[in-house]
T-cell receptor, first 115, second 112 residues
């Protein structure tokens, strides 16, 4: 398996623009997580899905952020409109179970810069 | 709210020595604790998981301890090598929380 795949790897956009980040989890994994990593706040969970259904979105910072998982092999994280404070590395991860019994497999991340 | 503390300063050690990283937590009773390694420009990679009823876990040159009384986990790398240089993250889960909460990480630099 190729592991978790994320695209794009780098994204530079201007404030106010819409940004869409994409993720393909490992086949057979039922859970998908979106994280954001910054120097100030570390690695923060934004939202996670179980069998394509959003379970906990309490980490989504505000209404400008939305995430979807239309099928088991694809998820998107959208920011509209983007702001400079959204600049961070966004990771997607997948796992067999959310109960921490199994490790999470992280993608390479998308480095987002909003100017 | 839960708080996880890892040494914010980088740990510099000489090759061949044992590196010891600390993860302390408060306001939380996790059922599991995991350690991840993160290299620059890459996502975290899982290393070890230890449960609350386990005192110690080993994997090759790695050893993790979990003291629920002290609310602390220690992560040891024996016979360290320059290739072990990376940031190491601890993550807590379970105990009523169906998600992992990550520490900020400690950067380890192993010098030849």
């Amino acid at each position: 398996d190729a592991g978790v795949i994320q695209s794009p790897r780098h994204e530079v956009t201007e404030m106010g623009q819409e940004v869409t980040l994409r993720c393909k989890p490992i086949s057979g994994h039922d859970y998908l997580f979106w994280y954001r990593q910054t120097m100030m706040r570390g690695l923060e969970l934004l939202i996670y899905f179980n069998n394509n259904v959003p379970i906990d979105d309490s980490g989504m910072p505000e209404d400008r952020f939305s995430a979807k998982m239309p099928n088991a092999s694809f998820s998107t994280l959208k920011i509209q409109p983007s702001e400079p404070r959204d600049s961070a590395v966004y990771f997607c991860a997948s796992s067999l179970t959310v109960l921490s019994l199994y490790e999470q497999y992280f993608g390479p991340g998308t480095r987002l810069t909003v100017t | 709210s839960q708080k996880i503390e890892q040494n914010s300063e980088a740990l510099n050690i000489q090759e061949g020595k044992t590196a010891t990283l600390t993860c302390n937590y408060t306001n939380y009773s996790p059922a599991y604790l995991q350690w991840y390694r993160q290299d620059p420009g890459r996502g975290p990679v899982f290393l070890l998981l230890i449960r609350e009823n386990e005192k110690e876990k080993r994997k090759e040159r790695l050893k993790v301890t979990f003291d629920t009384t002290l609310k602390q986990s220690l992560f040891h790398i024996t016979a360290s090598q320059p290739a072990d240089s990376a940031t190491y993250l601890c993550a807590l889960g379970g105990g009523g929380y169906n998600k992992l909460i990550f520490g900020a990480g400690t950067r380890l630099a192993v010098h030849p």
